[in-house]
């Protein structure tokens, strides 16, 4: 069964670190891309951050650039999210997404649970 | 950046035809991709490249892209298709091109 499983997740104070990760199965996971979007408590979805199927090209939106480092270890089927110097706005529901398709206009087919980050002193 | 404008809520009876709007400029240019939302559930792809379905997702999803709107159209609505509704496109016109969603559409089945 192709599959994506987040873990990581939990409270942290303001300031604090955290790192997700999401775990890939039933697929090759080293050739696709992925990406970490998240959606806070009764809101919408917001994009996160972008890594290649290599871990060569990486991307960060704005909210979350120079905090927040996305890696992957295509050994391990594994994506990472580590955040850092988080904010009260960080906190959501953070997914692991497969982009699939390609080609800078894919789509993202398989979806995680999702982790609960909660930022709070 | 890219905006994407979508209605908060539509409601439909069960049976009917709804249709729910994604507005974003010359979003006719842009690939559309639609996610279907369910209350503490992921999202889940029921539309990909404006009018594509995947596998298992009913004929009665379709999709199309025009102009400065796309729409997610759902025939013979059912109970079970009450759920969030998020359009999505990527952005590589703005001077930080990536992914964007719309603020998401409920879908109220009557």
């Known amino acids: 069964e192709v599959q994506l499983v987040e873990s990581g997740g939990g409270l942290v104070q303001p300031g604090g670190s955290l790192r997700l990760s999401c775990a890939a199965s039933?697929?090759?996971?080293?050739?696709?891309?992925m990406h970490w979007v998240r959606q806070a408590p009764g809101k919408g979805l917001e994009y996160v951050s972008a890594i290649s199927s290599n871990g060569g090209s990486t991307y960060y939106a704005n909210s979350v650039k120079g905090r927040f480092t996305i890696s992957r270890d295509n050994s391990k089927n594994t994506l990472y999210l580590q955040m850092g110097s988080l904010r009260a706005e960080d906190m959501a529901v953070y997914y692991c997404?497969?982009?699939?398709?390609?080609?800078?206009?894919?789509?993202?087919?398989?979806w995680g649970q999702g982790t609960m980050v909660t930022v709070s002193s | 950046s890219y905006v994407l404008t979508q209605p908060p809520s539509v409601s439909v009876a069960p049976g009917k035809t709804a249709r729910i709007t994604c507005g974003g400029n010359?979003?006719?240019?842009?690939?559309v991709h639609w996610y279907q939302q369910k209350p503490g559930q992921a999202p889940v792809l029921v539309i990909y490249?404006?009018?594509d379905r995947p596998s298992g997702i009913p004929e009665r999803f379709s999709g199309s892209n025009s102009g400065n709107t796309a729409t997610l159209t759902i025939s013979r609505v059912e109970a079970g298709d009450e759920a969030d509704y998020y359009c999505?496109?990527?952005?590589?016109?703005?001077?930080?091109?990536?992914?964007?969603f719309g603020g998401g559409t409920k879908l109220t089945v009557l």
């Open positions: 010359n979003i006719g240019s842009k690939s």
């Open positions: 999505q496109v990527w952005d590589s016109s703005s001077d930080h091109p990536g992914v964007v």
């Open positions: 997404a497969r982009e699939v398709y390609g080609g800078n206009d894919g789509a993202f087919d398989i």
């Open positions: 039933g697929f090759t996971f080293s050739s696709y891309a």
């Open positions: 490249y404006d009018s």
